[in-house]
């Protein structure tokens, strides 16, 4: 609170992003502890959560006030004008502070109170069950058990406390092995695929060096595809491209040497790392983000930023890896450098190809909690939930999303999700609202306790599923394939306009199909509900009229249809086709004739010297 | 000339042929005058032969071949050769996804096999050795250097001598569709023979001598489908609803202009006699003529070619006072000229140019250079290659997208069309659109913006009236555009995309708008089939002129008639389909404009899950329907007719 000095700015324009002309809203700016407030004099509102300011920038001052640009990690960009200056000073300053957060218990989620309370609360973590998740793959079993080697994250540091490993490797092995890994990460189980009794395994990079070996570690793989009966051999994954692991052996790291470990086979598939991934997503920001935007320099800066470059890669892995599993039966040895960021990309992606209960609503919730939260990817890093080093910022949890969408747009009928539901763990990955996200390991979130202190994001996904099923889902749409085969080709790929400009209506198309059929699909259910209980209605008269009217049961009948059309059934029906209809309207058709309504009037006033058409929208100037 | 002349060989045994991702199929092949036929080995019992492929040669549009085992004779490296190992036949197509439902029967329910039999038996089925002539022309790239035909005895019908037993040839067959099929021939000069006869049948260029002239299907009349969107009837509807507006007959034996239709609608304020002047002043006759009129203001859209100011700056009082006549006192109209400023005032040098300001005061000119031509044909074939490179990188396919340029086409298309419809509904200012010949672009514009605001024409019924009136009988040459397509090695000529510009452009408000368009992308792809090779006489010729003189609608069928028989319009309907009666404005954001996947994929890609998807929603739509008549006593039915009865009236 001491950030703020001013609360309240009267008279703001917001403008918009990708208009040229100065056609803008006006209303009132509101500065709250948790959030910017924004509220139109049409009475829309625009919250702006301080968690998910990124960049504040103060351009230089113009006849019509002080421009602020707020950008944001959901992607949306606002454009503000302040009449004074002053004003805007204090806010820029006032949102600097506020968006910069230095000690997690000043994160939102401690003071997020959804009015649960505490029982209902534990409940809320208890929802997702790593062990339970565990149990449904298949494990322990004869091949693969329970560690408690890493019970008071004595081992390591960013793994969860239950791990799994092969039944042969014992304790001085894992201890052996994880001294040899960098940040101590071992080979453990990620995925265990019953049909093929074949399993994902994860880890950090060897510390090999130029010739280092370690006979534990060489233990420990050996067990790992000994644990495998049909197929002794096993694929050791390096997800790095090789030049950066090459480079990594001169400081002590590197890769495995096919040499010294029996049965192995050794792959590079080249993801680039974080520092690479940051700036892309930079690059392609900054070409989506341009204003007249031509089609040519959108490919060619679609092409530099290399963004779906690197999302191809990571989908590529992750095809590779399934192939591996599926086709050979073999087992597979995932790592990139500290086996957090990559690793957990490709282990979760091929788990979300082989097993098609992670493309159910619950289990995509599992999936996260398991390859990335428990096993230590890096969230608060990753999304600079605190002020930290901006060198670890990068948006690898985003390219996982995306290629997932890019799945979904393969499978429309796979997955039971849609894209909202993407969209929103997007946005709660960076709110800092909920407790799932926050820190870098499980050990730091319990030293924290996050989960007495704060909520579990799942519940609140799970109230509102309705909004995040895919209408068109089909869990046997194809039961010979519980295994998805992705096509990788080049033009498969596409840039996902609904995550980077999710906030630029005007792009979008203006009816939505996704929408309607679930509309659809939720007044067909509505109706059989009906239906069911006119039958029961039918039967209960039947039933009375039969008891009544022995001697005549044919015109018993008549009486039903009368039922009908007094039936609450049919004073429903009144407002569901409005709500059809209104699904169909176009949506920003409004917008539009706002703005063209504009245009009218400098038509009248003085002779245009050019009509020029931007973004659909015709524009004169004079 | 006779199709026998051009036929070498009229079957091969034992063909095998592959492509789109089917399985082999091995079987008789067959070449008739207008059809390529594969049939496959009828089964041990005795069971008449499936027919595999029935591919209409007018949709080939090029043919490559490669002969192998040859012992004495080493295929030279040319051209073609280099090409086929580029595009990796060998390349696996994805083949595992593709469903079977997509077997290559290029017509299954065309030509009732009685008439095949009879076009069968029409040709000698040895061979007729008459010269090479034209067949000869596209000069066979890989043909032999010496032994081209005339080791072959003139009366042998057997497959191959026998000296050249053992060798086989594989013809690559690219077609206009954009599919690409491969058959392998055993026997080399059989092979050869085929390909040349293919070639020859495919270049055939005379109007009279197309399918259309010879397709007779048994459920269809010859006349239905050729007086579904009367002309004059659209026309004297608009003269009737104001009285600026008159229907005349100056064209009425194509004098004035060749490339009209015999009904345009002018100015009520401007004679005939004024219409021929002007039309003298006009590119190729085509003076200013009504293209819509826009019923919520009252402003028109017109279209003409450009003026023919030339460099001494000549002007025309008779169309000055035409494009006077058509603006109220006070008014202030656009020109939309399709061309770069630079571009029209080049085109002075040759005769054309454009209105000067000083000649038509109250006309504002707006320049707004769309590619036809040339640039557009090569941006399409330069797209159309990169799409079959499935191998490309990201970068690669990226910067090959950007390079082909097809998207900025589509992008400036749909800007261009926004702009003029956006005078007419937000400005209230009369348009008149015009490139240089007016047959294109202009066309591509005035269609383009009678879809974005007359949701008329946004119904099945009143987008086939659009292309009718748009585009076929305004003249845009479709016999010279789409002669060839993006694969031929041909020369080209006059070929151009511009209606396959104008599909995809329409298909992309179908994706921003998916409610909105009565139709759906079948219907784009299926028009998209026909333009380049038909079994219908629709879209043959340039304009109505020829087709008056080659009598196609009194000789072949009409495309329509065939799209509206009611199993058949079914599969071309939007099932998300209501009416709207508002304007569609589309995004033009580089972000909103996509690749057309279902077109330039189509034969590339699985499109399995897409398609069942689909199926998908269609059901759950239906069943919504079939739910909510039962119980909101058939309301819904009964707004689909009255948007019915609205379409039938506005025509």
């Known amino acids: ?622 | 000339m006779e199709f026998a002349e051009l036929i070498k060989t009229a079957t091969v045994e034992s063909v095998l042929l592959s492509g789109a991702g089917l399985p082999p199929v091995r079987g008789t092949l067959c070449i008739t005058s207008h059809h390529l036929l594969l049939s496959s080995r009828p089964g041990g019992d005795g069971a008449p032969g499936t027919v595999e492929l029935w591919l209409l040669i007018r949709n080939v549009d090029a043919v490559e071949k490669r002969v192998q085992n040859l012992g004495w004779y080493q295929p030279p490296r040319t051209n073609s050769s280099q090409r086929d190992t580029r595009f990796g036949f060998s390349r696996p197509l994805d083949s595992a996804n593709l469903p079977g439902s997509a077997r290559l029967r290029a017509n299954p329910r065309g030509s009732p096999l009685t008439q095949q039999k009879r076009e069968l038996q029409l040709l000698p089925l040895g061979h007729a050795r008459g010269p090479r002539g034209r067949a000869c022309r596209p000069a066979p790239r890989a043909s032999l250097p010496c032994a081209s035909a005339p080791t072959r005895g003139a009366a042998d019908p057997s497959p191959a001598s026998p000296r050249l037993a053992g060798s086989s040839g594989t013809i690559t067959l690219r077609c206009k569709d954009l599919k690409v099929l491969q058959l392998e021939i055993p026997g080399m000069e059989e092979c050869l023979n085929v390909a040349s006869s293919i070639e020859a049948l495919s270049s055939v260029d005379s109007v009279m001598m197309m399918y259309p002239f010879f397709y007779r299907p048994q459920d269809l009349r010859l006349e239905a489908g050729w007086h579904l969107f009367p002309l004059e009837q659209y026309y004297q509807q608009i003269a009737t609803q104001t009285s600026q507006w008159r229907l005349s007959g100056v064209n009425r034996d194509f004098a004035a202009c060749p490339t009209y239709p015999p009904a345009v609608i002018v100015p009520a304020a401007v004679d005939d006699e004024a219409l021929r002047k002007a039309a003298r002043f006009r590119q190729g006759g085509r003076f200013p003529v009504l293209s819509y009129y826009h019923q919520k203001n009252g402003t028109v859209m017109l279209r003409s070619s450009q003026p023919l100011t030339g460099p001494n700056r000549k002007r025309c009082r008779e169309d000055e006072l035409l494009l006077g006549t058509v603006l109220d006192e006070g008014e202030r109209g656009f020109i939309i000229d399709t061309r770069s400023a630079q571009a029209a005032k080049q085109a002075r040098m040759t005769g054309g140019g454009t209105e000067p300001k000083s000649s038509y005061p109250r006309w504002k000119r707006l320049h707004r250079p769309l590619e036809r031509g040339r640039p557009l044909q090569e941006s399409f074939i330069k797209l159309v290659d990169a799409c079959n490179d499935t191998s490309l990188t990201m970068d690669r396919w990226l910067s090959r997208l950007e390079s082909c340029r097809w998207l900025s086409h589509v992008k400036a298309a749909l800007s261009t069309a926004c702009l003029a419809a956006q005078c007419l509904d937000r400005e209230e200012a009369c348009v008149l659109v015009h490139g240089a010949e007016g047959t294109d672009t202009t066309l591509l514009v005035t269609a383009l913006a009678q879809l974005i605001l007359d949701p008329g024409c946004r119904t099945l019924a009143g987008f086939q009236g659009l292309l009718e009136r748009e585009w076929i009988e305004a003249g845009h040459p479709f016999h010279l555009r789409c002669a060839r397509s993006a694969y031929s090695h041909a020369r080209l000529k006059q070929e151009a995309p511009l209606f396959l510009l104008f599909l995809d452009c329409v298909w992309q408000l179908g994706r921003q708008f998916p409610f909105s368009l009565e139709f759906g992308e079948r219907l784009l792809l299926t028009l998209f089939d026909n333009a380049y090779a038909s079994s219908y006489g629709t879209f043959l010729g340039n304009n109505e002129k020829e087709r008056c003189l080659c009598k196609v609608k009194e000789s072949t069928h009409s495309l329509w008639a065939w799209l509206n028989q009611p199993e058949e319009k079914r599969k071309y309907l939007n099932p998300l389909y209501s009416r709207n009666a508002l304007v569609i404005w589309p995004s033009v954001e580089p972000q909103s404009i996509q690749l057309w996947q279902g077109l330039f994929f189509r034969w590339i890609r699985s499109s399995k899950y897409l398609d069942e998807a689909w199926a998908e929603i269609q059901r759950l739509v239906e069943n919504d329907d079939t739910s909510v008549e039962e119980s909101a006593g058939n309301r819904r039915s009964q707004s689909l007719s009255d948007t019915a009865a609205q379409t039938e009236n506005e025509r």
Not at chain 1, 269 to 298: A, P, Y
Not at chain 1, 462 to 473: G, H, S
Not at chain 1, 512 to 533: A, R
Request: overall charge neutral.
């Open chain 1, 1 to 622: 609170m001491e950030h703020i000095r001013t609360t309240k700015v009267e008279q703001v324009k917001l403008l918009d992003r990708f208009s040229t002309s100065n056609k803008s809203l006006t209303g009132t700016l509101y500065l709250t502890a948790t959030h910017l407030l924004f509220i139109e004099s049409s009475q829309r509102e625009t919250w702006i959560l301080h968690h998910h300011i990124a960049a504040v920038e103060k351009l230089p001052l113009t006849t019509s006030g002080c421009p602020l640009v707020i950008q944001c990690k959901n992607f949306r960009i606002v454009h503000f004008v302040v009449p004074r200056e002053r004003d805007c000073h204090d806010i820029y300053n006032s949102l600097l502070q506020l968006s910069r957060t230095a000690q997690y218990d000043e994160l939102y989620a401690f003071s997020y109170n959804p009015k649960q309370n505490s029982s209902e609360q534990v409940k809320g973590w208890q929802l997702i069950d790593l062990a339970e998740e565990y149990k449904r793959m298949g494990v322990p079993n004869a091949n693969w058990q329970l560690s408690d080697a890493n019970r008071d994250y004595k081992i390591c540091e960013t793994y969860p406390k239950e791990l799994y490993v092969p039944r042969t490797a014992s304790k001085p092995i894992i201890v052996g092995s994880s001294k040899f890994r960098s940040k101590g990460r071992f080979p453990v189980l990620s995925y265990y695929h019953k049909d093929k009794e074949a399993a994902i395994c994860r880890c950090s990079q060897p510390l090999s060096g130029f010739s280092a070996r370690c006979l534990e570690d060489e233990h420990m793989l050996q067990a790992i595809s000994k644990a495998n009966p049909s197929n002794r051999f096993m694929y050791v994954m390096d997800t790095r491209p090789k030049l950066n692991a090459m480079a990594n052996r001169a400081a002590g790291k590197g890769y495995e040497n096919e040499d010294n470990y029996s049965n192995i086979r050794f792959q590079f598939v080249g993801i680039e790392n974080i520092h690479v991934m940051r700036s892309s997503l930079q690059k392609l920001l900054e070409v989506s983000g341009t204003k007249g935007l031509s089609v040519n320099d959108f490919l060619s800066g679609l092409e530099n930023s290399g963004w779906l470059r690197h999302i191809k890669a990571v989908l590529d892995a992750a095809v590779f890896l399934v192939k591996a599993i599926a086709v050979e039966s073999a087992s597979v040895l995932v790592h990139c450098s500290d086996g957090w960021d990559r690793t957990s990309q490709v282990c979760s992606l091929g788990a979300l190809l082989l097993d098609s209960y992670y493309r159910t609503i619950k289990g995509f919730m599992v999936l996260i909690e398991k390859d990335w939260i428990s096993f230590g990817h890096k969230f608060s890093d990753r999304c600079c939930q605190l002020d930290g080093d901006p060198k670890e910022i990068s948006p690898v949890f985003t390219q996982f999303l995306e290629s997932v969408w890019n799945l979904t747009e393969q499978f429309p009928q796979g997955f039971e999700y849609n894209e909202a539901f993407l969209l929103q763990i997007h946005e709660h990955v960076h709110s800092c609202q909920f407790g799932n996200f926050l820190g870098n390991c499980q050990k730091e979130r319990e030293e924290l306790k996050f989960k007495e202190k704060t909520y579990s994001l799942w519940p609140f996904l799970l109230q509102e599923q309705k909004k995040y099923q895919n209408p068109l889902y089909n869990p046997d749409f194809s039961p010979e394939l519980t295994l998805l085969e992705p096509n990788t080709v080049s033009f498969n790929f596409k840039f996902w306009r609904n995550m980077y400009h999710q906030f630029d209506r005007s792009m979008h198309p203006r009816q939505s199909v996704l929408d309607l059929i679930m509309n659809m699909s939720e007044q067909n259910k509505q109706m059989e509900k009906d239906i069911k209980e006119l039958e029961a209605k039918i039967k209960r008269k039947n039933s009375q009229s039969d008891a009544v009217l022995v001697k005549e049961p044919l015109q018993s009948a008549p009486p039903a249809p009368m039922a009908l059309k007094t039936s609450p059934c049919f004073k429903k029906e009144q407002p569901l086709m409005p709500v059809n209809d209104s699904v169909r309207t176009i949506e920003g058709s409004n917008t539009a004739d706002n703005r063209y309504s504009e245009f009218m009037e400098e038509f009248s006033k003085a002779e245009p010297a050019v009509v020029s058409l931007e973004y659909g929208m015709a524009r004169m100037t004079c």
